[in-house]
């Protein structure tokens, strides 16, 4: 019986390592050298496999893979349905937060009954956010690099990740709200759980064990 484990290359696989070493598990390849989407480990009853981060909860969704670690951002924007989610994994942390040129007007703009462009990859987060405050928002769905946005005159604000607030910074752009707080949570699939129990317990369970402190 194979457990297959999804993981996005980048910070996800990365602070995802030593989770895995608690489990006793090892990476036989560096995702950054090799061209392999498949990944053997140490034990030959697991393996991982490199998608996308947006993908991850698809993947674990439908069986493509038994457990992945996603961020929470990504599984908001996912919907979240038909995956269990055992634990929040305090890693690869951040936040989602509005933010807009340093020169833009945000408290005028976003005053109760007026009308706001923002761009985002977080259309559902966004979507909420601004609905809760009463402001009518015209979303543009961006899939990188939303910082251009209030610069070129495509959007008012941008709803992104922020984590030590350089890239905004580097880009003359302001943090004016913080929507909330991110960090990676491990997913399993529902019918993996069942077939699967005991494998994927002793994961979880190891995972559970090896989760960063504040
Ligand atoms: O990069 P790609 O398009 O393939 O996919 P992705 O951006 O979804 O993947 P990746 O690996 O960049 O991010 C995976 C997950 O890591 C996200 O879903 C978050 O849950 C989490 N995470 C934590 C972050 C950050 N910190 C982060 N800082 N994801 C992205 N960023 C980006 C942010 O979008 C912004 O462009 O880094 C920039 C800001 O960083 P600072 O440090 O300059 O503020
Ligand atoms: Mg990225």
Redesign the pocket.
Known sequence: MTITLAL?K???FDETLPLLAAAGIEVLEDPEKSRKLILPTNRPDVQVVLV???DVPTYVEYGGADLGVT????LIEHGGGGLYQPLDLNI???RVSVAVRHDFDYAHAVRQGARLKAATKYTSIARDFFAAKGVHVDLIKLY?SMELAPLTGLADTIV?????????KANRLVEVERIMD?S?RLVVNQAALKLKREPIRRIIDAFASAIPKD
Not at 71 to 74: E, L, P, V
Request: proline share 0%; glycine share 16%; aromatic share 0%.
């Open positions: 996005s980048g910070r996800i996308r981060a947006t961020g929470k951002d990504t690869a942390r951040c990188g992104d990740l922020v984590s030590t607030g350089n890239t905004l991110i990676a």
